[in-house]
């Protein structure tokens, strides 16, 4: 069975930094790629952030130069480092692990920025 658990998210101030993490089971970790979405209130998730199995990363531009994703193939987990926080990061985040067809989702993790 494929589980894909994020943690990490909470309350943070405008301007701060929070790690998220992705912990993955059930798959062959090393061969997919990872990817962060985000759900603001009231709008559709959004891609912001992914890594492929060759540790290539790619950003939305509305995060680039502050989110930075990375993948430890060893623990079978990827991170979301968040810097600069802004009220407009506020939103649900989604980790994803996708090869080919094969697709998995986990439950989200909410992060809130405001004073």
């Known amino acids: 069975q494929v589980q894909v658990v994020e943690s990490g998210g909470g309350l943070v101030q405008p301007g701060g930094s929070l790690r998220l993490s992705c912990a993955v089971s059930?798959?062959?970790?090393?061969?997919?790629?990872l990817a962060w979405y985000r759900q603001p209130p009231g709008k559709q998730r959004q891609l912001i952030a992914a890594?492929?199995?060759?540790?290539?990363?790619a950003y939305h531009d509305s995060v680039k130069g502050r989110f930075t994703i990375s993948r430890d193939n060893d623990g079978a987990s990827a991170y979301l480092d968040m810097n600069r926080l802004k009220p407009d990061d506020t939103a649900v985040y989604y980790c994803?692990?996708?090869?080919?067809?094969?697709?998995?989702w986990g439950q989200g993790t909410r992060v809130t920025v405001s004073w």
């Open positions: 890594i492929t199995y060759l540790n290539k990363a």
């Open positions: 994803n692990a996708r090869l080919q067809d094969l697709d998995y």
């Open positions: 059930g798959i062959d970790f090393s061969t997919y790629t």
